[in-house]
């Protein structure tokens, strides 16, 4: 069966057409500056070249539409005709306490999708939009949400509980979720079965470290705790997001700075993690050669980056009682070798070694660690496009 996967933000609409029986990607692209002038559609076809076009889209049903011409297009396209798309598979970002699983789009997971926009105001409205422009252009086409938070519905009470009053988590639903979801599940599963072991008798921490980076701790095949929370600003220190910090800093900055909370919340979002420390990017890239040509605030940040993994990473062995292996993954944790060393040396109590040689690679499936290492260490790539059509078959049959 062919899936188009759907990732659609407020402005923007990325996606990828996947063979479900071979796993091939046959086309992806991605729709920018939806709603707004400018317009650009990015479409790769599977052997083909690369198209650019600049185009208009007033909305998110032209983008859909727009996606639907390219992919049947007779020079461009990869398929013959729309009904060759057997489902359609949509990345959704908060199912709340809802949606512990990948489910079938109908009108009432529409609704419980929508009461769930309180807590992603930013996200849930644009993939439901995203739901929507599909199901006018494509009205006969199963549909799955894959959420973001269901692999972290495991999680036990104590592990998702804030120390706030308990009405609040009544009333509100105020507790941890955790997001990356559908990367944590992939890349824990893919991690026991490089290794060779039973996933469901096993303990695993992936470090899912890109601009946006959680942990998790998943124990026999379930999600016990992550780093992120009701939203995804707890946690580690990231691109531009702050991670963990004292609550009161923010009463405090809306004085000295004379902010309003939702500016604050701004800065903590998109001017700190290490962006905001470094004061000079919040690409990984960049901090890494400041710091190789001396630069002491480079150095520190990247040092503050990598003991906040570490001491996670301590936690989650606590948690879990004892870990058997630990995946790195996302474009910090697939390429930059020099912060999974710097992030291992906290380890050694662990038993780890690593082997300085594979760390030195990019972006492969990989054990990192020596051979006689304790705790294996692994790279996987994630691929959460791949996992979302997995879902999206498993339940269109
Ligand atoms: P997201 O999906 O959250 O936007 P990615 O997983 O694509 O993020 O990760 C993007 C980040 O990965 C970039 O900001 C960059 O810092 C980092 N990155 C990518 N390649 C490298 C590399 N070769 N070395 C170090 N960091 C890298």
Redesign the pocket.
Known sequence: MKILIINCGSSSLKFQLIDSESEKVLAKGLCERIGIDGGMLNYQPEGKDKIVKNVEMADHTVAVQLVIDSLVDEKDGVIKGLDEIGAVGHRIVHGGEKFAEATIINDEVIKAIEECNDLAPLHNPANLIGIRSCQKIMPKVPMVAVFDTAFHQTMPKKAYLYGIPYEYYKKYKIRRYGFHGTSHSYVSKRTAEILGKDYNNMNIIVCHL???ASISAVKNGKCVDTSMGLTPLEGLIM?TRSGDLDPAILEFLCQKEKLSISEVLNVLNKKSGVLGLSEIS????DI?KEADAGNDQAKTTLEAYSYRVAKYIGAYVAALNGVDAIAFT???GE??GSRREAICEYLGYLGIELDKEKNGK?GEELVISKPDSKVKVLVVPTNEELAIARETAKLVK
């Open positions: 890109g601009n946006g691109g919040s690409d990984f890239r890494g996302a474009g910090v390429n930059d990019r």
